[in-house]
Structure formats: C-alpha cells, structure tokens
C-alpha cells in the first residue's frame, strides 16, 4: 500500500530546471518512482548527461530539452514532441529560477541599486516561465480530463522577508526580484487550483528553506542562516525529494491550492 499512494508509473512529468543542484535530484526521485520524465533545462550539457544517467539507471523513458521557459513557441514545440513520444502528461514541476547572483556585483544587489534589466530577467524566469508552463502544459492536462499535479517552487523568501543580518560579506543577499516572484508564485498556484478545479488537476507550492552547499557559501553564513532554523542546519539537497513525490502522487490527493513549507522551522518562530 505505501508504495502503491507514491507510485508513478508510466505517468508523465515535466521537471524545468532539471540539471540544477535540486533539479537533478527531484528527477532521481521521480524516475525511481517510475515516472517518464521531460527534463527541461538550458544548461544543455548538463541537462544531457542527466538524461544519460537517468536513462541507464531506471526503466523509465525520458528526454531532455533546452527549451527556455520564457519563450513561448520553444514550449509549445516541446509539447508536441511530448505528446508524440508519451501521449499524455501528468504532472509539472515549475523549479527553473534565474539566479543572477553568480553574474553581477554584490553592490547591485541593494534595493536601492537594484536594475531594472536584472529585474525584468528574474520575474521573465521566476514568475512568466511558471505561467507559460503552467498554461501550455497545464492546458492538455486539462483537455485530457484524467487529472494532474502541477507543483510550483517557491522559497521561504517569497513568504517572509530575508534578514538582511545574516549576509555581512557572503555575497548571498537575496535580490528583491526573488521575494516578489516567489510571493507572487504563491498566490498564482491558489488562482490556477481554483481555476482548474473541476478539471481534476491539483495546483500546490512547496516552500523551500536554503540548502547548504560548501562551494559558495562561507561558514559564518551557514551558522548565521542555521542559527534561524528550529532544526538548526540548512537543509541537504536530497531532502525535498519526498515532498515533491508526495504532492505529484495520490499520497496527495486531497491537497490542492496549498503551500507545503518545508524550512526547518525557519518561519515558525
Ligand atoms: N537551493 C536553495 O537553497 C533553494 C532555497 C529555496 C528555494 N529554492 C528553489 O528551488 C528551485 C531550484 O533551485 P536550485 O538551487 O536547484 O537552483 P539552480 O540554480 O541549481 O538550478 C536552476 C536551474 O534552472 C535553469 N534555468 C534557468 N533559467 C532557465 C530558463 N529560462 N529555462 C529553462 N531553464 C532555466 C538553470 O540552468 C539551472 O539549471 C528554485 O525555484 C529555487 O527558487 C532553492
């Protein structure tokens, strides 16, 4: 039976930003719960040896794609491409996120700074790939009247403001254009789960807490963020997965328009 609620066979995924830190560990999850996979990603290179790897460990079918999200006609000929290969889709993970931090100065960070170029990028990632995907995919999952999961990612930054304390000179200040786009996906998940709510197709937002990762972040700022959390440590990578199995398998079929928070007790004290 426990297998049984989290099974996704020969079901039907769509993962953007599939070659990212979480990406490539949310498609793991999913192929080893049986899932067929789209991986979308524009880290083509990347994105291919995901698929290799996938294709080589698990007995699922799966392809990659370097569709941008944000334009419109690259997703509307990866759906047909989708259709002829699976014939259908079952769920959607909107994950991909323009992360500037790695291009720009520290210093444009401030709000004050802030471009307007660098923020028109974000919400085109963050805030309009969600609503293409949601809308291309979205709309044969609803034509297909067999029901769905659309899962958007959203972050403890798109629900409460980020403590401009625990920065000092990490560079890891998180842009106003990440607390707007986040919020905002949200309250968009909540529209989509009205809208489509007679269509059988669940809309929920799993909120993320920071994971820890060596490479950029230096230590006061890992104690700093840790200190924040009631389980005092940012998180691991893989420890997402099984939220994301949860809300795309009928272990959650009585949740839709929701915000599963998954943050170590970050935004409860
Ligand atoms: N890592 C964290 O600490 C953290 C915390 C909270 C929330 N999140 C959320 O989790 C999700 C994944 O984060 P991550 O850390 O794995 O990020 P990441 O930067 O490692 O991966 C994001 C991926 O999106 C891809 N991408 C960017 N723009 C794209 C576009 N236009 N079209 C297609 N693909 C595009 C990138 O190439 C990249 O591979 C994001 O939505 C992020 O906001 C992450």
Same mark, same amino acid.
């Given at each position: ?8 066979? %020969? ?45 080589? #460990? ?14 419109? %006609? ?25 992360? *500037? ?17 660098? $923020? ?54 998180? *842009? *106003? ?18 809208? $489509? ?19 950029? +972040?230096? #230590? ?5 963020? =840790?200190? #924040?959390? +009631? ?6 990578? %893989? ?12 272990? =959650? ?12 007790? $970050?935004?409860? $004290?």
């Amino acid at each position: 039976m426990t297998q049984e609620i989290f099974d996704l066979s %020969n079901k039907t995924i769509i993962l953007t930003g599939s070659a990212g830190r979480l990406g490539s560990n949310f498609a793991e999850i999913l192929a080893d719960a049986g899932a067929n996979l789209v991986l979308i990603d524009i880290n083509e290179e990347a994105n291919k040896k995901l698929e290799k790897r996938i294709t080589k #460990k698990f007995k699922i079918k799966c392809i990659s794609s370097s569709a941008n999200i944000t334009v419109k %006609n690259e997703l509307l000929e990866l759906s047909k491409v989708i259709i002829k290969k699976f014939g259908r889709i079952d769920g959607v993970v909107n994950n991909a996120f323009y992360n *500037p931090r790695t291009n720009i100065e520290q210093s444009a960070m401030k709000f004050e700074d802030y471009s307007l170029d660098l $923020w028109n990028d974000v919400v085109s990632v963050n805030l309009t790939g969600v609503f293409l995907c949601s809308q291309i995919f979205g709309k044969i999952m609803a034509k297909q009247k067999v029901g769905g999961s659309i899962v958007n990612i959203s972050s403890i930054y798109g629900i409460n403001g980020a403590d401009q304390r625990i920065y000092g000179n990490s560079k890891l200040n998180s *842009p *106003p254009s990440y607390a707007a786009t986040k919020g905002a996906v949200v309250n968009f998940t909540k529209y989509l789960a009205a809208f $489509w709510n007679r269509k059988n197709i669940r809309v929920n937002t799993m909120t993320l807490g920071g994971v820890e990762d060596k490479s950029y +972040m230096n #230590k006061k700022f890992i104690k700093k963020y =840790s200190e #924040k959390t +009631m389980i005092g440590r940012m998180a691991k990578n %893989n420890e997402y997965n099984g939220a994301l199995l949860f809300l795309l398998s009928n272990a =959650s079929s009585y949740m839709t328009g929701g915000n599963l928070i998954l943050d170590g007790g $970050w935004s409860s $004290w």
